[in-house]
């Protein structure tokens, strides 16, 4: 017979409480062990783990769209200077690809929670830009959440703009933000989405092997995107990931193309757009204008220093590079000497 409660307490014995546990916010898309990343030391297998989560979110989300029929793209970036072109089809109507939603900007965002990361962002010294991953990471572009951010930080900037109370921080956390934008753009302006480049075994839709985008290859196409975006003739031959297709360096592409499994992509990412969950990170590139146009991009001595190759032969991005450090009065980065690996000046 079973002992009741009072023959334990007689006996010394104690019940043990029921211990409830629940999955974690980061477990909500796990469906097997296999699938549990948390935990997980090796970067590799945790890396391939994600990739395959986050895929299988990817392919749930085109069904929806195609069941719905009406697919929502991300709102576009506020840049200093106006986009001039838009690639449009021979009839003159705008590229499916590339057609856009304007979006009333609310300048009173319902999410507490988001502006609460955004504002702890710039009210230190230097911006906890750390407290961010809570939400997304700079690399991992299909997160969710990652229009819902980029929304409501546009929303952020332009109310401090408007109250008259930009900071020297709000910079730092911008720039890192506006290179998400641009690249997000540009896989718009190609006509592929940026959920693409998230998949480790994709193939860039220019190359022969790829069949999903048969009309992304056509001569009438092709000659109405922008001059600094439209594929190269390595691009067009050698098989890579379609994340290289969004830099609007053509010769930039081409150097990672023919390196291409021979550096970590992770550490390029890095090193290219800045770590969200980093407060020290730094970013590769600094976004001035239309994100289609060489002329708007700066590179950074952080990314001279790490990768100096990938610059090789990319006249026009150094031209615009000295040129916007110029206009700050700042002198022009030695190239010659990044690959070198003399990192400096010109004195």
């Known amino acids: 017979m ?7 307490a007689a006996g010394g014995g104690m019940q043990t409480p029921t211990l409830i546990l629940d999955r974690m916010p980061q477990q909500t898309r796990i469906q097997s062990l296999n699938d549990d990343w948390t935990g997980q030391s090796n970067q590799s297998e945790r890396k391939r783990r994600q990739n ?23 709102s576009p970036i506020s840049y200093p200077f106006k986009a001039t072109w838009q690639p449009s089809d021979e009839d003159g ?93 540009n896989s718009l302006i190609l006509g592929f989405p940026i959920e693409l480049t998230m998949e480790d075994d994709a193939l860039s839709p220019f190359t022969p092997l790829s069949e999903d985008e048969d ?49 970590d ?29 060489t002329a708007g991009w700066e590179v950074t001595p952080h990314l001279l220093q790490k990768w100096a190759w990938i610059l090789e032969g990319c006249t026009e991005l150094k031209k615009s590079t000295n040129y916007w450090r110029q206009r700050r009065g700042e002198r022009p980065l030695n190239f010659e000497r990044g690959f070198n690996e003399m990192v400096t000046e010109i004195p």
């Open 93 to 185: 109507n705008i590229a499916q690809g590339a057609k856009r939603q304007d979006r009333p900007i609310d300048l009173n965002p319902q999410d507490n929670g988001l502006w609460q990361l955004f504002n702890s962002a710039i009210t230190s010294s230097y911006p906890r830009v750390s407290e961010l991953s809570q939400v997304a990471v700079i690399c991992r572009l299909e997160d969710d959440k990652s229009d819902k951010i980029i929304e409501e930080f546009q929303k952020w900037v332009t109310r401090n703009h408007l109250m008259g109370s930009p900071t020297a921080d709000h910079v730092l956390v911008l720039i890192k933000f506006n290179i998400f934008r641009a690249l997000s753009n």
């Open 215 to 263: 009309r992304l290859k056509r001569p009438e196409i092709l000659s109405k995107l922008p001059a600094a975006l439209r594929p190269t003739v390595l691009q067009s031959q050698v098989p890579h990931h379609p994340w290289i297709d969004l830099l609007p360096v053509p010769r930039m592409r081409d150097n990672l193309i023919l390196a291409e499994n021979t550096y």
């Open 2 to 8: 079973a002992p009741n409660n009072e023959s334990l």
């Open 265 to 293: 992509e992770y550490f390029l990412c890095e090193s290219l757009c800045g770590l969200i969950n980093s407060p020290n990170s730094t970013t590769g590139f600094i976004i001035w204008g239309d994100p289609w146009d």
């Open 52 to 74: 395959r989560i986050n895929q299988r979110a990817y392919r749930k989300r085109k069904e929806a769209q195609v069941q719905s029929s009406s697919v929502q793209h991300v």
